[in-house]
T-cell receptor, first 111, second 113 residues
Framework: AQSVTQPDIHITVSEGASLELRCNYSYGATPYLFWYVQSPGQGLQLLLKYFSGDTLVQGIKGFEAEFKRSQSSFNLRKPSVHWSDAAEYFCAVDNTDKLIFGTGTRLQVFP | DSGVTQTPKHLITATGQRVTLRCSPRSGDLSVYWYQQSLDQGLQFLIQYYNGEERAKGNILERFSAQQFPDLHSELNLSSLELGDSALYFC????????????FGPGTRLLVL
Protein backbone atom coordinates (compact mmCIF):
# COMPACT_ATOMS: atom_id res chain seq x y z
CA ALA A 1 0.00 0.00 0.00
CA GLN A 2 1.09 3.52 -0.68
CA SER A 3 2.42 5.37 2.32
CA VAL A 4 4.43 8.37 3.41
CA THR A 5 6.80 8.38 6.36
CA GLN A 6 8.09 11.43 8.15
CA PRO A 7 10.54 10.00 10.66
CA ASP A 8 10.93 13.17 12.72
CA ILE A 9 7.93 14.08 14.83
CA HIS A 10 9.50 17.21 16.28
CA ILE A 11 12.54 19.24 15.22
CA THR A 12 14.02 22.25 16.96
CA VAL A 13 16.44 24.63 15.26
CA SER A 14 17.90 28.03 15.99
CA GLU A 15 16.90 30.97 13.86
CA GLY A 16 19.34 31.32 10.98
CA ALA A 17 20.30 27.65 11.01
CA SER A 18 19.72 25.34 8.07
CA LEU A 19 16.86 22.90 8.02
CA GLU A 20 16.15 19.53 6.48
CA LEU A 21 12.87 17.69 7.01
CA ARG A 22 12.81 14.08 5.92
CA CYS A 23 10.13 12.36 3.89
CA ASN A 24 10.13 8.82 2.54
CA TYR A 25 7.41 7.40 0.36
CA SER A 26 6.26 4.00 -0.75
CA TYR A 27 4.57 4.10 -4.12
CA GLY A 28 4.60 1.70 -7.03
CA ALA A 29 4.42 4.13 -9.90
CA THR A 30 5.94 7.53 -10.56
CA PRO A 31 5.14 9.54 -7.45
CA TYR A 32 3.65 12.98 -7.44
CA LEU A 33 4.91 14.57 -4.25
CA PHE A 34 3.96 17.60 -2.22
CA TRP A 35 5.00 19.51 0.86
CA TYR A 36 2.37 21.47 2.76
CA VAL A 37 2.76 23.69 5.82
CA GLN A 38 0.18 24.21 8.54
CA SER A 39 0.59 27.15 10.90
CA PRO A 40 -1.23 26.98 14.25
CA GLY A 41 -4.97 27.27 13.74
CA GLN A 42 -4.55 27.55 9.99
CA GLY A 43 -5.24 25.45 6.95
CA LEU A 44 -2.70 23.75 4.73
CA GLN A 45 -0.59 25.86 2.43
CA LEU A 46 1.27 24.33 -0.51
CA LEU A 47 5.03 24.89 -0.30
CA LEU A 48 6.11 23.00 -3.39
CA LYS A 49 5.40 19.99 -5.55
CA TYR A 50 7.19 17.48 -7.75
CA PHE A 51 5.51 15.99 -10.77
CA SER A 52 8.40 15.29 -13.15
CA GLY A 53 11.54 16.83 -14.58
CA ASP A 54 14.21 18.51 -12.49
CA THR A 55 14.58 16.62 -9.24
CA LEU A 56 15.38 19.80 -7.29
CA VAL A 57 12.18 21.76 -6.82
CA GLN A 58 11.93 25.33 -5.62
CA GLY A 59 8.98 26.47 -3.57
CA ILE A 60 7.67 29.46 -1.70
CA LYS A 61 9.23 31.08 1.37
CA GLY A 62 12.74 29.98 0.34
CA PHE A 63 12.06 26.25 0.62
CA GLU A 64 13.33 23.61 -1.77
CA ALA A 65 13.03 19.83 -1.97
CA GLU A 66 14.97 17.14 -3.75
CA PHE A 67 13.40 14.02 -5.20
CA LYS A 68 15.65 10.97 -4.98
CA ARG A 69 14.06 7.95 -6.59
CA SER A 70 16.84 5.59 -5.47
CA GLN A 71 16.19 6.49 -1.85
CA SER A 72 12.40 6.96 -2.17
CA SER A 73 12.86 10.32 -0.54
CA PHE A 74 11.61 13.86 -0.98
CA ASN A 75 13.36 15.90 1.72
CA LEU A 76 12.51 19.53 2.35
CA ARG A 77 15.32 22.02 2.92
CA LYS A 78 15.83 25.65 3.78
CA PRO A 79 19.27 27.26 4.13
CA SER A 80 18.33 29.74 6.85
CA VAL A 81 15.26 29.34 9.05
CA HIS A 82 13.20 32.30 10.22
CA TRP A 83 11.10 32.37 13.40
CA SER A 84 7.97 32.57 11.23
CA ASP A 85 8.77 29.12 9.81
CA ALA A 86 7.63 27.52 13.06
CA ALA A 87 4.73 25.31 12.00
CA GLU A 88 3.84 21.74 11.16
CA TYR A 89 5.05 20.37 7.85
CA PHE A 90 3.36 17.58 5.93
CA CYS A 91 4.72 15.53 3.07
CA ALA A 92 2.13 13.94 0.77
CA VAL A 93 1.92 11.68 -2.25
CA ASP A 94 -0.89 11.79 -4.78
CA ASN A 95 -2.49 8.37 -5.02
CA THR A 96 -4.72 8.73 -8.07
CA ASP A 97 -7.03 11.52 -6.98
CA LYS A 98 -6.38 11.56 -3.25
CA LEU A 99 -3.48 12.72 -1.15
CA ILE A 100 -1.82 10.40 1.33
CA PHE A 101 -0.16 12.40 4.05
CA GLY A 102 2.68 11.67 6.39
CA THR A 103 2.19 12.19 10.11
CA GLY A 104 3.84 15.59 10.00
CA THR A 105 6.93 17.18 11.52
CA ARG A 106 6.50 19.98 14.00
CA LEU A 107 9.21 22.62 13.63
CA GLN A 108 10.15 24.79 16.57
CA VAL A 109 12.48 27.76 16.02
CA PHE A 110 14.51 29.28 18.83
CA PRO A 111 15.78 32.88 18.62
CA ASP B 1 -5.63 32.85 0.94
CA SER B 2 -6.20 29.73 -1.18
CA GLY B 3 -9.58 30.83 -2.52
CA VAL B 4 -11.33 27.87 -0.88
CA THR B 5 -13.85 28.89 1.77
CA GLN B 6 -15.32 26.79 4.53
CA THR B 7 -18.09 27.52 6.99
CA PRO B 8 -18.45 27.49 9.87
CA LYS B 9 -14.95 27.91 11.32
CA HIS B 10 -15.91 26.32 14.59
CA LEU B 11 -18.75 24.02 15.60
CA ILE B 12 -19.60 22.69 19.03
CA THR B 13 -22.33 20.10 19.34
CA ALA B 14 -23.43 17.13 21.40
CA THR B 15 -23.18 13.42 20.83
CA GLY B 16 -25.95 12.00 18.68
CA GLN B 17 -26.47 15.25 16.79
CA ARG B 18 -26.09 15.96 13.08
CA VAL B 19 -24.08 18.80 11.52
CA THR B 20 -23.40 20.10 8.03
CA LEU B 21 -20.09 21.55 6.93
CA ARG B 22 -19.96 23.70 3.84
CA CYS B 23 -17.21 24.27 1.30
CA SER B 24 -16.93 26.59 -1.69
CA PRO B 25 -14.11 25.68 -4.09
CA ARG B 26 -11.82 28.08 -5.91
CA SER B 27 -13.37 29.74 -8.89
CA GLY B 28 -13.08 27.39 -11.86
CA ASP B 29 -12.29 24.28 -9.85
CA LEU B 30 -14.57 21.34 -10.54
CA SER B 31 -13.28 18.90 -7.96
CA VAL B 32 -13.77 19.00 -4.20
CA TYR B 33 -12.11 16.80 -1.60
CA TRP B 34 -12.83 16.34 2.10
CA TYR B 35 -10.17 15.43 4.65
CA GLN B 36 -10.30 14.81 8.38
CA GLN B 37 -7.43 15.75 10.68
CA SER B 38 -7.46 14.20 14.14
CA LEU B 39 -4.79 13.61 16.74
CA ASP B 40 -4.96 9.83 16.53
CA GLN B 41 -5.56 9.37 12.77
CA GLY B 42 -3.65 12.29 11.32
CA LEU B 43 -4.78 13.71 7.98
CA GLN B 44 -7.07 11.29 6.18
CA PHE B 45 -8.89 11.51 2.88
CA LEU B 46 -12.64 11.08 3.19
CA ILE B 47 -14.27 11.62 -0.20
CA GLN B 48 -13.93 13.38 -3.56
CA TYR B 49 -16.52 14.88 -5.87
CA TYR B 50 -16.01 15.97 -9.42
CA ASN B 51 -18.59 18.16 -11.15
CA GLY B 52 -21.37 16.86 -8.95
CA GLU B 53 -20.46 13.18 -9.05
CA GLU B 54 -18.71 11.12 -6.41
CA ARG B 55 -15.32 10.10 -7.78
CA ALA B 56 -13.34 8.54 -4.95
CA LYS B 57 -14.01 7.36 -1.44
CA GLY B 58 -11.59 6.96 1.41
CA ASN B 59 -12.00 6.18 5.06
CA ILE B 60 -15.41 7.75 5.37
CA LEU B 61 -17.81 6.38 7.95
CA GLU B 62 -21.31 5.35 6.95
CA ARG B 63 -22.64 8.05 9.30
CA PHE B 64 -20.95 10.62 7.09
CA SER B 65 -22.13 11.67 3.65
CA ALA B 66 -21.33 14.40 1.19
CA GLN B 67 -22.65 15.98 -1.95
CA GLN B 68 -21.64 18.54 -4.51
CA PHE B 69 -24.26 20.89 -5.84
CA PRO B 70 -24.70 22.35 -9.36
CA ASP B 71 -22.96 25.56 -8.28
CA LEU B 72 -20.03 23.28 -7.26
CA HIS B 73 -20.13 23.99 -3.56
CA SER B 74 -20.04 20.91 -1.38
CA GLU B 75 -21.48 19.86 1.94
CA LEU B 76 -20.27 17.21 4.32
CA ASN B 77 -22.97 15.82 6.57
CA LEU B 78 -21.98 14.15 9.82
CA SER B 79 -24.71 12.35 11.76
CA SER B 80 -25.07 10.41 15.00
CA LEU B 81 -21.98 12.22 16.18
CA GLU B 82 -19.60 10.58 18.60
CA LEU B 83 -16.85 12.04 20.76
CA GLY B 84 -14.28 10.56 18.38
CA ASP B 85 -15.62 12.63 15.50
CA SER B 86 -14.08 15.72 17.05
CA ALA B 87 -11.53 16.86 14.51
CA LEU B 88 -10.54 19.48 11.98
CA TYR B 89 -12.31 18.93 8.67
CA PHE B 90 -10.65 20.33 5.58
CA CYS B 91 -12.03 20.89 2.15
CA UNK B 92 -9.71 21.13 -0.83
CA UNK B 93 -10.35 21.84 -4.48
CA UNK B 94 -8.58 21.31 -7.78
CA UNK B 95 -9.27 22.09 -11.39
CA UNK B 96 -10.17 18.69 -12.75
CA UNK B 97 -9.48 16.12 -10.08
CA UNK B 98 -6.62 14.33 -11.71
CA UNK B 99 -3.04 14.41 -10.51
CA UNK B 100 -2.75 18.09 -9.77
CA UNK B 101 -2.41 20.53 -6.93
CA UNK B 102 -5.13 20.57 -4.31
CA UNK B 103 -5.77 23.88 -2.58
CA PHE B 104 -7.01 23.68 0.98
CA GLY B 105 -9.52 25.76 2.86
CA PRO B 106 -8.98 26.96 6.44
CA GLY B 107 -10.95 24.05 7.89
CA THR B 108 -13.88 23.60 10.24
CA ARG B 109 -13.03 22.63 13.78
CA LEU B 110 -15.69 20.30 15.17
CA LEU B 111 -15.96 19.60 18.87
CA VAL B 112 -18.42 16.93 20.00
CA LEU B 113 -19.24 17.04 23.71
Amino acid sequence: AQSVTQPDIHITVSEGASLELRCNYSYGATPYLFWYVQSPGQGLQLLLKYFSGDTLVQGIKGFEAEFKRSQSSFNLRKPSVHWSDAAEYFCAVDNTDKLIFGTGTRLQVFP
Amino acid sequence: DSGVTQTPKHLITATGQRVTLRCSPRSGDLSVYWYQQSLDQGLQFLIQYYNGEERAKGNILERFSAQQFPDLHSELNLSSLELGDSALYFCASSVSGGVETQYFGPGTRLLVL
